[in-house]
């Protein structure tokens, strides 16, 4: 198994921008696709961005896309997340996800075999 922590979670005003950290455990890191999700209250959780093992292949939930950037540095174990333009709907718990490696990039929960405890993101109007 992985374990996952995330991080750079916090407040921001609208506009403003936000990089999320992902920690993974292990010397298998390189091998798994990696994706992000979120959840706001009283919503159920959202695929935002995925990417290949290699880091080569990328996907956005339509509602992030164009200004969010999921990058992934694997001589490190870690994924990143960069969050420009944020608005106030953008407000949630961000989770890490881990699944072993598939032809095509899945977005369901589960296709992910592993997560992070979530980072609290914040966004004032």
């Known amino acids: 198994q992985v374990q996952l922590v995330e991080s750079g979670g916090g407040l921001v005003q609208a506009g403003g921008s936000l990089r999320l950290s992902c920690a993974a455990s292990?010397?298998?890191?390189?091998?798994?696709?990696m994706g992000w999700f979120r959840q706001a209250p009283g919503k159920e959780r959202e695929f935002v961005a995925g990417?290949?093992?290699?880091?080569?292949?990328?996907d956005y939930g339509e509602s992030v896309k164009g200004r969010f950037t999921i990058s992934r540095e694997n001589a490190k174990n870690t994924v990143y997340l960069l969050m420009n333009s944020l608005k106030p709907e953008d407000t949630a718990v961000y989770y890490c996800?881990?699944?072993?490696?598939?032809?095509?990039?899945?977005?369901?929960?589960?296709?992910?075999?592993?997560w992070g405890q979530g980072t609290q993101v914040t966004v004032s109007s």
């Open positions: 996800a881990a699944a072993r490696s598939k032809p095509w990039l899945g977005r369901s929960q589960s296709s992910y075999a592993y």
């Open positions: 292990g010397r298998t890191f390189s091998t798994y696709d």
């Open positions: 990417i290949s093992r290699g880091g080569i292949n990328t």
